[in-house]
């Protein structure tokens, strides 16, 4: 006997539970994750304060790449390469003063060289492993 396409929305609604009879976390009645008794908080699996830092500014680079406002002057300079690998938090805010500061430099060149130093200064200080995790254009 035919019963339509597995597929068809009338197939996913047949199998659907209403949200009353859906299972709730035992700690604070929220649905609960798939096989679990607690909802995606409470299993652990979710961070009240993510680790976002950073990402802000990296996506502001991300957006003057594609827009074509990161000059290759810049980029090829150690000042900008030596930042790879170090984590967003602080690489991403660093590098976007960098490109506001290159910005003025003509008009500002003590700003320029005081976030030049600042810069250095960070990549020198980062001990141990780093973990590249920047966008290529970040990287050349
Ligand atoms: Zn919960």
New binding site residues.
């Given amino acids: 006997m035919w019963h339509g396409s597995p597929n068809s929305i009338a197939a996913l609604l047949r199998c659907q539970v209403p949200h009353a009879l859906q299972r709730k976390?035992k700690?604070?009645g929220?649905l609960a994750l798939r096989g679990q008794v607690?909802?995606t908080?409470?299993a652990g699996r979710w961070s009240p304060n993510p680790d976002r830092a950073g990402r802000a500014e990296s996506r502001k680079l991300a957006a003057m790449e594609r827009a074509g406002l990161l000059p290759f002057d810049l980029l090829a300079l150690p000042v900008w390469r030596n930042l790879n690998g170090i984590p967003t938090a602080q690489r991403a805010p660093t590098r976007l003063v960098l490109v506001l500061a290159w910005d003025k430099r003509q008009v500002a060149p003590l700003h320029w060289a005081k976030v030049q130093r600042q810069a250095l200064d960070l990549a020198t200080k980062q001990p141990g492993k780093k973990y590249n995790t920047a966008h290529w254009y970040e990287n050349i």
């Fill in positions: 976390c700690r604070c929220k607690h909802c908080m409470h």
